[in-house]
T-cell receptor, first 114, second 115 residues
Framework: AQSVAQPEDQVNVAEGNPLTVKCTYSVSGNPYLFWYVQYPNRGLQFLLKYITGDNLVKGSYGFEAEFNKSQTSFHLKKPSALVSDSALYFCAVRESSSASKIIFGSGTRLSIRP | DAGVIQSPRHEVTEMGQEVTLRCKPISGHDYLFWYRQTMMRGLELLIYFNNNVPIDDSGMPEDRFSAKMPNASFSTLKIQPSEPRDSAVYFC?????????????FGEGSRLTVL
């Protein structure tokens, strides 16, 4: 069965510094990987995805993520954090060979201090 | 498009009462998902539909929960009877098929409180 882990409940970064939010996954087969962001009292919003091709994918709001097959990781990154990036971030995975069941990680709360 | 529309946004009810949550997906989206979000368990997939047909309901907690999708523009999640442990935010999401699958479009959620 597919699974996804976000090892950090919270990440704290100073504004202007680079940020990384970690995600590892487990699937039998090729993964489809996603990042979503949730602001307070809102639904989740899609940020970016990896399906195939270049291991570095770029998404909304200046975020990018790097797919690493050997480490089964898909970490979310941004070169320079903004206070407005503070939110809850979810990693998600789908097996390419399966139907469209999409499983989410537990979420990481990102806090950017001015 | 108005996006995924969920109702009600907030529901407070007493234990034992029936609760019905509603969802209107984005027009043209073939897949519809119901998720539940709690602090303790995070975001759990309850059930999903493809072309109005339930594909996987293994995440439905127990027989008190049921979901239907009578047509492409409407789905319900029903809890009968409700219990305090059902208190959560319930999200509906939809997506087109094919390689775009995974780009879920979420509604704003229905916050359920069972007293």
């Amino acid at each position: 069965a597919q699974s996804v882990a976000q090892p950090e409940d919270q990440v704290n970064v100073a504004e202007g510094n680079p940020l990384t939010v970690k995600c590892t996954y487990s699937v039998s087969g090729n993964p489809y990987l996603f990042w979503y962001v949730q602001y307070p009292n809102r639904g989740l919003q899609f940020l970016l995805k990896y399906i195939t091709g270049d291991n570095l994918v770029k998404g909304s709001y200046g975020f990018e993520a790097e797919f690493n097959k050997s480490q089964t990781s898909f970490h979310l990154k941004k070169p320079s954090a903004l206070v407005s990036d503070s939110a809850l971030y979810f990693c998600a995975v789908r097996e390419s060979s399966s139907a469209s069941k999409i499983i989410f990680g537990s979420g990481t709360r990102l806090s950017i201090r001015p | 498009d108005a996006g995924v529309i969920q109702s009600p946004r907030h529901e407070v009810t007493e234990m034992g009462q029936e609760v019905t949550l509603r969802c209107k997906p984005i027009s043209g989206h073939d897949y519809l998902f119901w998720y539940r979000q709690t602090m303790m368990r995070g975001l759990e997939l309850l059930i999903y539909f493809n072309n109005n047909v339930p594909i996987d309901d293994s995440g439905m907690p127990e027989d008190r929960f049921s979901a239907k999708m009578p047509n492409a523009s409407f789905s319900t999640l029903k809890i009968q009877p409700s219990e305090p442990r059902d208190s959560a935010v319930y999200f509906c999401a939809s997506t087109p098929g094919g390689l775009q699958t995974g780009e879920l479009f979420f509604g704003e959620g229905s916050r359920l409180t069972v007293l």
